[in-house]
């Protein structure tokens, strides 16, 4: 089929650099802590990949250890959930100097 194209890479490989579109901070999506996690934090984060897709789409961002929710462990056929620690990098875009976060050194646990 035209456009398909089947990836074996590991989810770590595609999610490495991910931007996660935010400049400077990204703050920690548990209600209790909300705290603003930058540059050189380690996060946990959730991603998901709707049935068919080949995009990643970051649903959830924590600090790593006591902000992790609960896996939801609720694997569909629609949707495939990942959840992986990472570190909080920066990528400068000198055109525009801006500075965006990414996630970087990914390791899936889940
Ligand atoms: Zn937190």
């Known amino acids: 089929m035209p456009g398909e194209f089947i990836t074996e890479a590991p989810i770590s490989q595609v999610l490495d650099g991910h931007r996660l579109g935010e400049p400077g901070t990204v703050q920690c999506m548990n209600g209790e802590c909300q705290q603003k996690l930058h540059d050189g934090h380690q996060i946990t984060i959730y991603t998901s990949q709707s049935g068919g897709g080949t995009e990643w789409v970051i649903t959830g961002v924590y600090c790593a250890g006591d902000c992790e929710p609960e896996p939801s462990n609720h694997q569909t056929d629609a949707q495939t959930d990942v959840i992986a620690r990472a570190w909080l990098g920066v990528i400068s875009l000198a ?16």
């Open 95 to 110: 055109a525009t100097q801006v500075s965006l976060l990414c996630v970087t050194d990914v390791k899936v646990v889940g």
